[in-house]
């Protein structure tokens, strides 16, 4: 495109040209003029300056979250880890204790004897109370042998 002075100059030569035959272009005044850049756009590179910014962020923020995510699943199942074996030692020492034979043999001579101190006493007689724990229990030489008292 030639802007005012440079049509001028061009005219006052006698170099334009005009051509009869073949196609001929519409005249100037009826074609649609488009405005003229005059500055390069900086739209495109601020626009790609953004994104690429833009971009950045979303990774950074990304890969944040799933590192954090990843902490919170490890810190969950180490967690989870340390209620199982609290649950697995509390069961164990129970079925330790309920297999026991002496604490089975024990335990049931204890109900026993409140059993039949408690009917002792319903049916009213004087007489003294016995202590099956003590009348059950083994004797002093071979506590010492098994290492009790």
Do not use: C
């Not at 495109?44 to 923020?61: F, N, V």
């Not at 810190?75 to 020492?93: C, G, T, W």
């Not at 604490?103 to 204890?110: G, K, Q, R, T």
Request: glycine fraction near 4%; proline fraction near 6%; hydrophobic fraction near 40%.
């Amino acid at each position: 495109m030639l802007n005012e002075k440079e049509k001028a100059i061009l005219n006052a030569n006698g170099k334009t040209k005009t051509k009869t035959q073949g196609f001929t272009r519409a005249p100037k005044s009826d074609r649609p003029s488009a405005p003229a850049p005059t500055e390069p756009s900086i739209a495109i590179p601020t626009a790609r300056t953004t994104a690429l910014a833009l971009s950045t962020q979303s990774h950074d923020a990304m890969s944040a979250l799933q590192s954090a995510g990843l902490q919170n699943a490890a810190a969950y199942v180490q967690r989870k880890q340390m209620e199982r074996n609290a649950v697995v030692d509390k069961v164990s020492d129970a079925i330790a204790y309920l297999s026991d034979p002496n604490v089975l043999e024990a335990d049931i001579m204890s109900a026993a004897a409140a059993k039949v101190q408690a009917r002792s006493g319903a049916w009213g007689y004087a007489e003294p109370v016995v202590d099956f724990d003590n009348l059950f229990a083994l004797p002093t030489s071979s506590q010492r042998m098994l290492g009790g008292v």
